[in-house]
């Protein structure tokens, strides 16, 4: 029987960036994942957006997570050979001359100096006529398939990886089949609603939809952002999303390509073609807040889940919050803590 100081269940974007923070901290790390349908990791833009939402707010803590993240993935990409962090402005498409004021009036406010750029034209005739383009600073876009595979093959290469659905009924004392651990951090995404080792917990599942498509012409440089994403792949590729529904189905809909034609349709003139579409489950709380922390039944079992829309930018800082939480009993921050919705 193996020995391990972590076991980690799940290997999307929040087991992976863990996984890699423990190793880089000495412990000898064992990673499990099933490769279940509608990894959420597996499907998203990786969108690194630091003004989001209708009233142009910033993202919460975002200074604090860009700053981490760059360190991180730059430094997963040294160790792995590969590139998969791309920075790139985001253009946030304004309909009118209002919203062109507003938004030039908000960029100017202190908190937004550093995020917020001008008003540009937007000349390409591809993108349909609007008053003008925000420009968004710090931002980018992560491929997490290159970046989740090629941090696979490299677990497995150190013979640190299974592939294989998790039963917590194979969980005897502190062992997992032939591997024995101190503790274990559950990292499942939506299928951590059902985990029994954290009863009442405030996780919902959130289907989402996308679309791959090609549009002629030379790549667009920039992440368009109105009432959706494009973000440009490289050799003509979008990536364009997404829907939103409330359940657990991996299947994609007619409902949904219609829904992403129209989204699309709606910043683009050009014709597109679709290559594919593809539904993954995003795992969202309430409060839109990471969950993470031990459990209430068994102290040695952790959870690191709830990251929602914006995983690629909270999983390296929250990542290492847990880790200094696990190693060196470090206080978590309240709003993160799972344990703030246990009535």
Not at 210 to 217: D, K, M, Y
Request: charged share 20%; proline share 4%; glycine share 10%.
């Amino acid at each position: 029987m193996k020995k391990v100081d972590l076991l980690i269940v799940g290997q999307g974007i929040a087991g992976t960036v863990l996984a890699y923070h423990a190793l880089t901290a000495g412990l000898e790390v064992h990673v499990v994942d099933g490769d279940l349908p509608g990894s959420a990791s597996r499907v998203a833009g990786g969108l690194i957006n630091p003004v989001t939402g209708r009233r142009i707010r910033k993202s919460w803590q975002y200074d604090a997570l860009f700053e981490e993240l760059c360190v991180t993935y730059r430094n997963m990409e040294q160790l792995l050979g590969i590139s998969c962090l791309h920075e790139l402005p985001i253009y946030r498409l304004l309909p009118g001359k209002e919203d062109v004021n507003n938004w030039e009036i908000q960029r100017l406010e202190e908190a937004y100096k550093s995020v917020m750029g001008p008003v540009v034209a937007v000349t390409d005739d591809r993108v349909q006529p609007h008053e003008g383009a925000g420009v968004i600073k710090k931002g980018a876009w992560l491929d997490t398939v290159g970046l989740l595979q090629s941090f696979r093959n490299y677990l497995s290469d150190q013979g640190a990886f299974t592939c294989s659905s998790f039963d917590y009924g194979d969980i005897h004392g502190n062992t997992w089949t032939d591997y024995s651990f101190d503790k274990v951090v559950f990292c499942e995404g939506y299928k951590g609603i059902n985990n029994p080792f954290f009863p009442s917990l405030s996780l919902r599942a959130a289907k989402g939809e996308t679309a791959v498509i090609t549009i002629e012409g030379n790549d667009l440089e920039y992440v368009i952002n109105k009432n959706m994403l494009l973000i440009p792949l490289g050799n003509g590729h979008y990536k364009a999303g997404a829907t939103v529904e409330h359940n657990e189905s991996t299947v994609v809909t007619e409902k949904g390509r219609e829904e992403l034609e129209e989204k699309i349709s709606s910043v683009m003139a050009a014709p597109f073609r679709l290559i594919r579409q593809e539904a993954g489950i995003r795992p969202t709380v309430r409060d839109r807040k990471p969950l993470l922390g031990a459990s209430i039944i068994r102290p040695d079992v952790y959870i690191f889940n709830g990251l929602g829309t914006k995983g690629v930018s909270l999983a390296p800082y929250f990542a290492r919050q847990l880790l200094d939480h696990l190693l060196q009993g470090t206080p978590l921050q309240a709003e993160v803590d799972w344990r703030r919705h246990l009535t």
